[in-house]
């Protein structure tokens, strides 16, 4: 766990910064410019936080990829997987999968269990596995 942290992952003489805040929504004691201070402006950086709210402030923060969660892509959805509500404040268009933001790629994973009523409508779970590869490859 990660909370307002930096990480270096080494493989190869290669590096991937991963970065890690506490909860934005909740607690609001998130400190994007501490988790990122030591990464380098040329290095490949993945913000994770809870949610992505703070999707601002990470692309303005120099982060490649921004890994996010807690909309739950809204739990109980209209036909077609329409959020009623995302309890987030952020575009309809983040409130699950994959998004870009100022060059920044993001995804918002709706997570495979539920908040406050134990159901999901329309909205089906999901354990999301990704796959890093350079891009020029």
Same mark, same amino acid.
């Given at each position: 766990? @990660?909370?307002?942290?930096?990480?270096?992952?080494? !493989?190869?003489?290669? !590096?991937?910064?991963?970065?890690? &805040? +506490?909860?934005?929504?909740?607690?609001?004691? +998130?400190? &994007?410019?501490?988790?990122?201070?030591?990464? /380098?402006?040329?290095?490949?950086?993945? @913000?994770?936080?809870? =949610?992505?709210?703070?999707?601002?402030? =990470?692309? %303005?923060?120099?982060?490649?990829?921004? @890994?996010?969660?807690? =909309?739950?892509?809204?739990? &109980? #959805? @209209?036909?077609?997987? &329409? /959020?009623? =509500?995302?309890?987030?404040?952020?575009?309809?268009?983040?409130?699950?999968?994959?998004?870009?933001?100022?060059?920044? $790629?993001?995804?918002?994973?709706?997570?495979?269990? $539920? $908040?406050?009523?134990?159901?999901?409508?329309? #909205?089906? /779970?999901?354990?999301?596995?990704? %796959?890093?590869? !350079?891009? +020029?490859?």
């Amino acid at each position: 766990m @990660l909370m307002n942290e930096l990480e270096v992952i080494e !493989r190869g003489g290669e !590096r991937i910064y991963l970065a890690g &805040i +506490d909860d934005a929504h909740f607690f609001r004691v +998130d400190n &994007i410019e501490k988790a990122a201070a030591d990464v /380098p402006a040329d290095a490949f950086s993945i @913000l994770l936080s809870h =949610t992505p709210e703070i999707y601002r402030q =990470t692309a %303005h923060a120099g982060f490649d990829v921004m @890994l996010a969660g807690h =909309t739950h892509g809204g739990q &109980i #959805c @209209l036909p077609g997987g &329409i /959020p009623i =509500t995302l309890d987030s404040k952020l575009p309809r268009t983040m409130g699950a999968g994959a998004w870009m933001y100022h060059g920044m $790629s993001g995804y918002t994973s709706v997570g495979a269990g $539920s $908040s406050v009523v134990a159901v999901r409508l329309n #909205c089906l /779970p999901e354990i999301t596995l990704h %796959h890093l590869a !350079r891009r +020029d490859q």
